[in-house]
């Protein structure tokens, strides 16, 4: 089992950067490929980015896609999601999670078996 940590979120002026970060502890953290979703009020949680173990590859939603850069520090035991050019609808709580199942990287919520409690990112316009 692994346990995961967020931080970094924040308020934010649309147009501006955050970098949130995951901090896992417990089993090998290398031994899980990790994703970040995000959750809307009122709205269902859905895939922002994923990593692969090795950090070889990566997978963004598309409403993200070149503002945001997932990487991962397999020593520190960090995933992190670089968030540039931020938008008012990027305004969520934001969840990193982690996929044990060795099957590369999945966009689907269910693949992941654990969860951060989440850090909240506001976008004013």
């Known amino acids: 089992q692994v346990q995961l940590v967020e931080s970094g979120g924040g308020l934010v002026q649309a147009g501006g950067s955050l970098r949130l970060s995951c901090a896992a502890s417990?089993?090998?953290?290398?031994?899980?490929?990790m994703g970040w979703f995000r959750q809307a009020p009122g709205k269902e949680r859905e895939f922002v980015a994923a990593?692969?173990?090795?950090?070889?590859?990566?997978y963004y939603a598309d409403s993200v896609k070149g503002r945001f850069t997932i990487s991962r520090d397999n020593a520190k035991n960090t995933v992190y999601l670089q968030m540039n050019s931020l938008r008012p609808e990027d305004t969520a709580v934001y969840y990193c999670?982690?996929?044990?199942?060795?099957?590369?990287?999945?966009?689907?919520?269910?693949?992941?078996?654990?969860w951060g409690q989440g850090t909240q990112v506001t976008v004013s316009s």
């Open positions: 990593i692969s173990r090795s950090a070889g590859t990566t």
């Open positions: 417990g089993r090998t953290f290398s031994d899980y490929a």
């Open positions: 999670a982690a996929d044990p199942r060795r099957l590369g990287i999945s966009l689907g919520s269910g693949s992941y078996y654990y």
